[in-house]
């Protein structure tokens, strides 16, 4: 409970500040959809139960286009906007502390500043940005907007550097293929819900576009688009562009993108709603009727959606839906267990001895310090020679394997034959025991 706490409040936190985000872009339905939409996605659920910080990074992510959001706002109305950047250059920086590859949300918010100060600067649909009509006025918000992006990069610099120096720790990722790009639009969901969501965008756009310019102009403004596109699209494009040439993206590390899906969900829930509205309306049902109507096939697409992804849902909250199966595996170990019994673990010796019933009671042969006195999360490993002495001093030996990347081959010429094995999830179990 203690580890995963902080990911179930900031993934928390995230929901509401992609509500907050969709009211302040389009509209209050807009933004409770966007909310709702994005607990829908199953991979929001799980890494709201990973003790790990990528459900942090999306909190933050989503909190810096928000006060990049009001900052644009405060320009707009001819307020001074250096309280919202440097509250944006902050939380950027948070980002980026927590995960390296959260800066690159910078060049998202790039595109986003520079379409809008284009806009501001006399392009196309400028004449209703009001203080930004102003050169002035766009001209010290992409200053300031940069000010603070730099500020926040210079303030993760050493984390930066620090993570150079242990980039070997990604060693174990490959150049993208084909497959890559297909984890990418699975970050969002099943294939079944992607479409839905796609389709819905598609539906909602067309819908707002045959009511007229200024039903398109309010269910889709052109800040949500120039925020919502580049944030869902960049930096996994950057990542992907990178790692042809050093190999660094995981779908994970851009989960902080997801945001940007719902909002743009949201704001196409809202536009059917609104276009179901408006023909029930041509059809002679009364305007209140009409408006109750149009939000209930809106809700209703949106629960179609959650049921898309309902079965993803339930397989994260499964015994093995974060692919290690260890409660499983220790079952396995605990009904099994004899006295003398030792462990070998492949990887990661702290993470599968989670539970106390089972490998958390076997003598680790590897190990010689646990790790809290070392401060890390394996412990410190003795030299292979003192193992071997270890192996061939214990009763029996289980060997825990981890994707099948056995260690198997160092237990050779110590007499030890395979007396049982067993399959957990992403865990194989190996017992090994003395004699012919």
Request: charged fraction near 10%; include cysteine; charge should be positive.
């Amino acid at each position: 409970v203690v580890t995963r706490l902080p990911s179930v409040v900031a993934m928390a936190v995230a929901a509401g500040l992609v509500a907050a985000l969709g009211r302040r872009l389009v509209s209050a339905a807009a933004g409770l959809a966007a909310g709702l939409v994005f607990c829908a996605l199953p991979k929001v659920s799980l890494y709201a139960q990973d003790a790990r910080s990528y459900a942090m990074v999306t909190a933050l992510a989503a909190g810096t286009s928000y006060l990049l959001v009001r900052a644009i706002g405060a320009a707009r109305a001819g307020r001074p906007a250096a309280g919202w950047l440097a509250g944006y250059g902050a939380c950027l920086a948070g980002t980026g502390a927590l995960n390296i590859f959260g800066l690159l949300l910078i060049a998202a918010h790039g595109v986003t500043v520079a379409l809008t100060c284009l806009r501001g600067l006399g392009g196309p649909g400028g004449q209703g940005l009001r203080g930004l009509a102003r050169p002035g006025a766009a001209r010290s918000l992409a200053a300031g907007w940069l000010a603070a992006a730099c500020a926040a990069a210079v303030l993760v610099s050493p984390v930066l550097t620090l993570a150079y120096t242990q980039r070997t720790t990604v060693s174990w990722i490959t150049v993208p293929d084909s497959y890559t790009f297909v984890t990418v639009w699975r970050l969002i969901g099943p294939a079944g819900l992607v479409l839905a969501i796609c389709a819905a965008c598609g539906a909602g756009l067309a819908a707002s576009a045959l009511a007229g310019r200024a039903a398109l102009r309010a269910g889709w403004p052109p800040l949500l688009a120039g925020l919502a596109i580049p944030w869902l699209l960049l930096p996994a494009g950057i990542l992907i562009g990178l790692s042809f040439w050093r190999p660094l993206f995981v779908p994970r590390y851009v989960l902080y993108c997801l945001p940007a899906a719902a909002l743009l969900a949201g704001a196409a829930l809202t536009a059917l709603g609104r276009a179901a509205a408006g023909w029930l309306r041509l059809a002679g049902l009364p305007r209140r009727g009409a408006a109750l109507a149009g939000r209930a096939a809106a809700a209703a697409v949106l629960a179609a959606a959650g049921l898309l992804g309902l079965a993803a849902q339930l397989s994260v909250r499964a015994p093995a839906g974060h692919n290690d199966n260890i409660r499983f595996a220790d079952r396995i170990v605990a009904a099994r267990l004899r006295p003398g019994d030792a462990v070998l673990y492949e990887t990661s010796a702290s993470i599968w001895a989670a539970y106390p019933y089972g490998l958390a009671r076997l003598h680790g042969v590897a190990r010689f310090e646990p790790p809290a006195r070392t401060g890390t999360l394996d412990g410190s490993v003795l030299p292979p020679a003192v193992v071997r002495d270890q192996i061939v001093g214990s009763t029996r030996l289980w060997v825990v394997e981890v994707r099948r990347r056995s260690p198997v081959a160092g237990l050779q010429g110590l007499g030890l034959r395979l007396a049982g094995q067993w399959q957990a999830a992403g865990l194989r179990l190996l017992l090994y025991q003395h004699g012919a």
